[in-house]
């Protein structure tokens, strides 16, 4: 992983991910301790897209690494604002850092940002495409939680346009994994995504019922429906709040099921689920320190 670019989960083998996640283990078990294997090292975030959890998570990531962070800051503060375009802004950032993080809404931006950087490039959410470094903290928490091996997954939601989902699918295929997507129809799963994971032999199932299908789950991964995504307003009012779950579901259904969502939530998962001890979401974004940290100590 040495001095590479993370741009699609397709690019992960299956040793890959057990390299990263292993030693995201080894980071998470010593969480409070501030390595300074990375000392003076220095992290580019640019995100063109809001952020919580991936922008503050790579944050603490290479701070405990002993490392810091430059942060482009909000897009209209920027020089972007006066019209500089993505490969000029990110070919000064390189001469600024060891490594840069990129979220930005177009798709195939982290690929084309490639062309013109040298330094390690994450790809941090390319619009409705990849988001392969959430994936590799899903991997994490679903491999603490149940095992990646022998695991039946529900992917629901917004799989057309939900980036993590694309990533987790390509990703699961190095596993025996047998992958139900879920889904309005408007909302399947895009054609070329369906086309590598046949391409890949993934046991695959598509659904549109939700119910019938919780008592088979090990892990019900849960999405947004990606509102910003939708050209048209009337589209999305037309499927939101269709798939919501709730504590009666699971307890009714499968109460040892694992819920997970790459966050964040508006209405698919009810509050009262977060007491349940499935319930791993917040979790999930925790994890996203150590397996951030796993990542930048093997590409830096
Ligand atoms: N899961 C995720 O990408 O969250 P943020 O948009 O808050 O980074």
Do not use: C, W
Not at 74 to 87: R, Y
Not at 223 to 249: C, H
Not at 254 to 282: M, Q, W
């Amino acid at each position: 992983m040495r001095h590479e670019h993370v741009i699609s989960a397709k690019q992960f083998t299956r040793a890959d991910i057990e390299a990263v996640l292993d030693r995201a283990a080894d980071f998470a078990a010593n969480q409070q301790d501030v390595a300074d294997a990375h000392e003076g090292a220095l992290l580019a975030t640019a995100f063109f897209e809001p952020s919580t959890r991936t922008k503050m998570s790579f944050e603490a990531a290479i701070k405990r690494l002993g490392g810091d962070v430059i942060d482009m800051g909000p897009v209209e503060f920027s020089s972007v604002s006066k019209g500089e375009t993505l490969a000029d802004t990110l070919r000064v950032i390189e001469g600024y850092a060891d490594a840069i993080v990129l979220r930005h809404p177009m798709e195939g931006s982290a690929t084309m940002a490639t062309e013109y950087v040298d330094v390690p490039l994450l790809n941090a959410g390319d619009g409705a495409g990849q988001h392969p470094t959430q994936t590799l903290l899903d991997l994490f928490t679903i491999r603490e939680e149940v095992g990646l091996d022998d695991l039946t997954i529900g992917i629901m939601g917004d799989l057309k346009y939900g980036r993590t989902v694309h990533s987790l699918a390509q990703a699961l295929t190095n596993f025996d994994t047998a992958q139900h997507f879920i889904s309005p129809e408007s909302l399947r799963l895009p054609r070329s995504v369906r086309y590598d994971l046949h391409d890949q032999g993934a046991k695959v199932r598509e659904h549109e019922d939700f119910e019938a299908i919780l008592s088979e789950l090990d892990v019900l991964y849960v999405t947004r429906i990606q509102r910003e995504r939708f050209p048209d307003e009337d589209e999305y009012k037309a499927v939101s709040g269709q798939y919501q779950l709730d504590k009666e579901m699971i307890l009714e259904h499968n109460e040892d099921l694992t819920v997970l969502h790459p966050l964040p939530r508006v209405d698919e998962v009810a509050p009262g689920i977060d007491s349940l001890p499935g319930a791993k979401y917040f979790e999930q974004a925790h994890n996203g320190v150590p397996v951030r940290m796993a990542l930048l100590d093997m590409l830096l």
